[in-house]
């Protein structure tokens, strides 16, 4: 793996660092630096931001009226809640439309209006709107849809609105297509052509939330309307991290004051969905979290079955049937777990047995009745695994369905627009497409997408590569560092957790194999020990006097006033300090390197603190390592 970091400006580092003095940060003077180089490469770069960025707060949402299309949006919605219209709420299956259906239907129950919702069948309907759907509120006297996170392409949907006296509203965060909007009353979409709204790249859950937002400054008192999103944005938190839209902007305001607020959940659901995903602790929720054990317990219900689960979970108000949903979506992602290795394990056959699939630049890879709730993380694995753009296609007779995966640099939505003919219906964004097509068409999609990603891609694009932050020694690993460091949380698209390097770092004990696939190190800093030859330095391995990862965990739980006496110079002892430095995954990258006690190797890291109460302290998370070359 490639090692790369990107210069950043020293003068922009060094001002920032200055003004950083001005925050009370609570840290000392000597990580500023570090801290300012993480934000200039985060483009933050000015006081104000670097405040507003370390310190997000409700003052920093938007009005909701710099969206286009609000205003309308708002004047009808308001207009159907006095009159006590039915209104009908029309989403999608995923994290983002089925929490963006629970945000939107509560705004509008507690401004003293009802609505019903859809979220159509994933396998029956598939994504976006049908026209039947349209037509059957019709008939049962709806006169309002208002879609989210769907809609922005459902020109054919518009249509049928239209023509039944159905007013359409179209709330979205999708890209449009090439041909504009559809004709509905509003289309309130961040994205569309002619809107100034600060932040572009909300997820559908946060442009609902814009909704409600707008309605509640509308009809209720000014005094619960603080509480009211607060209690919303535990919700439109989990969608904005699962979606992976950027963490920048209002999204971060989003996912800070979102996780900090499910520590303390209310809503039965959301208690009942933290229990069976074993995160009701009362402890600060990390995106890492949200995106692995509890995104994916709520996808489970629109990729295996119905998604109407999730909206009930969040609007029981008994613990225990609220208990009984959640034990169900854990359910469906266990089945869900099961099926995504099956078809993994066949892709992996495919393509092991097919090289030239295997190396197109871009993959296209299908299969009969493959699950299409599960082919779009499929998609992932393989990208993670070949680090090449992918799209899975599950034929079932002669239609088949398909989800894609890019890689950094390859627009795939562009790669799609590249060919329309070819399909019956598709849509996304540069990172991920859904699309169906006739099986006929598959091999002519294979054929022009490795053409289109041939004419855009080198093999340099292909090549694994670690893109670092800065260079790190281990003896300047300190608890204060670390909490520095969890300014910047949460981390997620275009706020990444910080990658460090260290180099000759000595390891003290042989790699310790966990479940055959992970490893444990024992590391200390590259001028740590007597300077004594590797041989030397095994036999005396674990008898120098060192301080463990235990004793700095102590360090780390003082009181702010003791631990802000570590400025400089640095204590003799920190060179002596052992790290443990787990490596998930990279128990075949260790064997390779036959790592003996005394070895020296450059490591790539991330720094965090586990918080076991015998055996915590600060802990590496290796991202790679290689021999340190001494020639």
Not at 192 to 204: E, I, N, R, S, V
Request: glycine content about 8%; some cysteine; hydrophobic content about 40%.
């Amino acid at each position: 793996m490639r090692w790369l970091s990107t210069p950043v400006d020293p003068s922009q580092v060094q001002s920032l660092a200055a003004a950083l003095t001005e925050l009370n940060l609570d840290i000392p003077p000597r990580i500023f630096p570090v801290l300012a180089e993480l934000l200039v490469r985060r483009d933050i770069t000015e006081h104000e931001a670097a405040a507003r960025f370390l310190r997000p707060s409700l003052n920093h949402l938007h009005d909701p009226l710099q969206m286009s299309g609000m205003k309308t949006t708002l004047d009808r919605l308001e207009a159907a809640v006095e009159r006590k219209e039915k209104i009908l709420i029309y989403g999608d299956y995923d994290v983002d439309g089925t929490t963006a259906i629970v945000i939107l239907k509560t705004a509008i129950e507690l401004c003293g209006g009802t609505a019903d919702f859809h979220v159509p069948h994933r396998i029956r309907e598939g994504y976006g709107m049908r026209d039947e759907v349209i037509e059957r509120a019709a008939s049962d006297g709806v006169r309002l849809i208002i879609s989210v996170d769907t809609g922005i392409r459902a020109f054919a949907a518009a249509d049928a609105a239209r023509r039944t006296g159905i007013d359409l509203i179209v709330t979205d965060h999708h890209l449009p297509g090439t041909v504009g909007v559809p004709q509905a009353l509003a289309v309130v979409n961040p994205n569309q052509a002619g809107c100034d709204y600060p932040c572009k790249h909300l997820c559908g859950a946060g442009v609902a939330f814009k909704l409600a937002q707008g309605l509640m400054q509308r009809r209720l008192e000014i005094r619960d309307q603080s509480r009211l999103l607060m209690s919303f944005m535990k919700v439109v938190a989990i969608a904005t991290i699962a979606d992976s839209v950027p963490l920048l902007g209002e999204n971060r305001v989003f996912a800070k004051l979102g996780l900090q607020g499910l520590r303390r959940p209310v809503n039965a659901g959301l208690k009942a969905l933290l229990e069976v995903a074993k995160l009701g602790d009362g402890r600060e929720l990390t995106s890492t979290e949200v995106a692995f054990r509890i995104a994916p317990r709520v996808n489970a219900a629109g990729r295996m079955d119905a998604a109407r689960d999730v909206v009930d979970l969040f609007s029981v108000k008994d613990i225990e049937r609220a208990r009984e949903i959640a034990g169900r979506l854990d359910k469906l992602n266990s089945d869900r777990q099961d099926e995504e290795r099956r078809i993994l394990e066949s892709i992996y056959q495919r393509l092991d047995e097919a090289p030239a699939l295997r190396d197109a630049y871009c993959v296209v890879v299908d299969g009969d009745g493959w699950h299409r709730g599960v082919i779009g993380i499929t998609a992932t694995r393989v990208v993670e695994k070949y680090g090449r753009p992918t799209l899975v296609i599950s034929r079932e007779a002669e239609e088949a369905h398909g989800s894609g995966r890019s890689i950094y640099g390859f627009h795939l939505l562009d790669a799609l627009e590249s060919c329309p003919e070819l399909f019956s219906r598709y849509g996304g964004h540069a990172a991920a497409v859904g699309f169906a097509l006739p099986c006929a068409n598959i091999e002519k999609l294979r054929e022009h997408l490795d053409a289109y990603a041939r004419a855009r891609l080198t093999l340099a694009d292909f090549e694994p590569q670690l893109e670092f932050d800065r260079e790190l020694p281990l003896d300047e690993v300190t608890p204060e560092l670390q909490r520095a460091l969890c300014l910047l949380e949460p981390f997620g698209m275009n706020n990444p957790e910080p990658i460090f390097t260290a180099k000759s770092v000595r390891v003290i004990a042989p790699p310790q194999t966990l479940k055959d696939k992970h490893v444990r190190l024992k590391v200390s800093p590259s001028n740590g020990g007597t300077g004594a030859s590797p041989v030397q330095a095994r036999a005396s391995a674990g008898k120098e006097e060192t301080r463990t990862f235990a004793q700095i965990k102590a360090t780390s739980a003082a009181p702010r006033s003791t631990v802000a006496t570590l400025d400089p110079p640095l204590p003799s002892w920190r060179t002596n300090v052992v790290f443990k430095a787990m490596g998930w995954g990279m128990k075949e990258a260790s064997d390779r390197l036959q790592l003996l006690a005394g070895d020296r190797i450059d490591v790539a890291y991330t720094l965090g603190l586990n918080d076991h109460p015998e055996f915590g302290g600060l802990e590496l998370t290796l991202r790679d390592l290689s021999r340190t070359n001494n020639g």
